[in-house]
T-cell receptor, first 110, second 114 residues
Framework: SQQGEEDPQALSIQEGENATMNCSYKTSINNLQWYRQNSGRGLVHLIL?????REKHSGRLRVTLDTSKKSSSLLITASRAADTASYFCALAGANSKLTFGKGITLSVRP | DAGVIQSPRHEVTEMGQEVTLRCKPISGHDYLFWYRQTMMRGLELLIYFNNNVPIDDSGMPEDRFSAKMPNASFSTLKIQPSEPRDSAVYFC????????????FGQGTRLTVV
């Protein structure tokens, strides 16, 4: 399968807590990306990590990539109610194909 | 730039009718993707283009689906004839070429086939 698989499917946390979301995949990739989708809207890019990188940070986001285990994780620190959304990992192959997993529904309780 | 523009935002049609979804990518972007999103299957890649040429249409579910990109600023996804199971949200996305580029999504077209 060329899709990533996100885990867990749903996550509910209290505001201020950290949220950790995982993505596993089976194919080789050029890079891995995380996107966010608010209800009824299009997806918005959050962060990209190349296959030769292990960790990247952007504001409250931290993404890691382990190519030996074919897995990635997205950490959102100090979560806010406004972080409530669906989060997707996307695999970018050498052929520029971009495929998405089924997503993780994150609920942040005020 | 106004971003990726899709039309219509909502479409309700009767089974058997032809449906055409439209997309205007961001100017200068080399790649255009069409996706379908449902609760059951998530976000499926249907087809993508590079410089107006279809590269991979292996995700197109059936011959009833067809996509064209006659020029760099316009693409269509057509379903003929439509069926109730085609009901979904269809997204168009575009991006620049290169290895480190993000995709920009339109707001989607919610299609309901009754």
């Amino acid at each position: 399968s060329q899709q990533g698989e996100e885990d867990p499917q749903a996550l509910s946390i209290q505001e201020g807590e950290n949220a950790t979301m995982n993505c596993s995949y089976k194919t080789s990739i050029n890079n891995l990306q995380w996107y966010r989708q608010n209800s009824g809207r299009g997806l918005v890019h959050l962060i990209l990590i190349r296959s030769n990188e292990r960790e990247k940070h952007s504001g409250r986001l931290r993404v890691t990539l382990d190519t030996s285990k074919k897995s990635s994780s997205l950490l959102i620190t100090a979560s806010r109610a406004a972080d409530t959304a669906s989060y997707f990992c996307a695999l970018a192959g050498a052929n520029s194909k971009l495929t998405f997993g089924k997503g993780i529904t994150l609920s942040v309780r005020p | 730039d106004a971003g990726v523009i899709q039309s219509p935002r909502h479409e309700v049609t009767e089974m058997g009718q032809e449906v055409t979804l439209r997309c205007k990518p961001i100017s200068g972007h080399d790649y255009l993707f069409w996706y379908r999103q449902t609760m059951m299957r998530g976000l499926e890649l249907l087809i993508y283009f590079n410089n107006n040429v279809p590269i991979d249409d292996s995700g197109m579910p059936e011959d009833r689906f067809s996509a064209k990109m006659p020029n760099a600023s316009f693409s269509t996804l057509k379903i003929q004839p439509s069926e109730p199971r085609d009901s979904a949200v269809y997204f168009c996305a575009s991006r620049l070429g290169g290895v480190k580029t993000e995709a920009f999504f339109g707001q989607g077209t919610r299609l309901t086939v009754v």
